[in-house]
């Protein structure tokens, strides 16, 4: 298995809502990664799992929780959120984030809607 | 602190001509550069990254550190090349992209 899995594709919740996202990778990476991309604008790191620690955090609001229960599972729990929060959110991985070459792979993204 | 621009929002050509997508970068360390494409409907995806220096689908990117420039480039432009091209910075263990180039290849 080479792809980087996301479910759901689309998800629609009310700001009183808790769900979550889940990612997964079969690739044996090490590396894990949260994007949240807004239409017609590029994507931008909210989080980052190495060996499922967490080691980056771009201060995201914490009605975005992050999880990663194992290596190959990335999980991103929202409660709370608010119609601004309407993106597309992506899931990426990578072999090994602290090496020079590392290259990431994205999943299809989940379509976000708050109302 | 790391920086992409990609100056252009839209390029458009017609099928058969040259294509150079323009991408400058500020980033004080040595970086790593890459371009990412992302067809309509379609995930977004590694096109190149400078350290390989190969050709992917006729595209080429070179390194220019005197100019901090990473353009991307194809002399014939076919119109599945249409999509959303980003050129992306690693430093720092993060991954920063440039707001992106929409290719549009007429017939």
């Known amino acids: 298995d080479t792809e980087v899995t996301q479910t759901p594709k689309h998800l629609v919740m009310g700001m009183t809502n808790k769900k979550s996202l889940k990612c997964e990778q079969h690739?044996?990476?090490?590396?894990m990664y949260w994007y949240k991309q807004k239409a017609k604008k590029p994507p931008e790191l909210m989080f980052v799992?190495?060996?499922?620690?967490?080691?980056i955090n771009e201060s995201v609001p914490s009605r975005f929780s992050p999880e990663c229960p194992n290596s190959s599972l990335l999980n991103l729990h929202l409660h709370a959120l608010q119609p601004e929060d309407s993106a597309l959110y992506l899931c990426a991985s990578s072999q090994d984030r602290d090496k020079y070459t590392d290259t990431q792979y994205f999943g299809p993204g989940t379509r976000l809607t708050v109302l | 602190a790391q920086r992409v621009t990609q100056p252009e929002k839209l390029l458009s050509v017609f099928k058969g001509a040259p294509v150079e997508l323009k991408c400058n970068y500020s980033y004080s360390g040595s970086p790593e550069l890459f371009w990412y494409v992302q067809y309509s409907r379609q995930r977004l995806q590694l096109l190149l990254r400078h350290i390989s220096r190969e050709s992917i689908k006729g595209f080429t990117a070179d390194l220019n550190k005197g100019e901090t420039s990473f353009h991307l480039k194809k002399p014939f432009a076919q119109e599945e090349d249409s999509a959303m091209y980003y050129c992306a910075l690693r430093g720092g263990n993060k991954l920063v992209f440039g707001a992106g180039t929409i290719l549009r290849v007429k017939s």
């Open positions: 799992y190495s060996y499922e620690k967490l080691s």
């Open positions: 690739m044996g990476h090490r590396a």
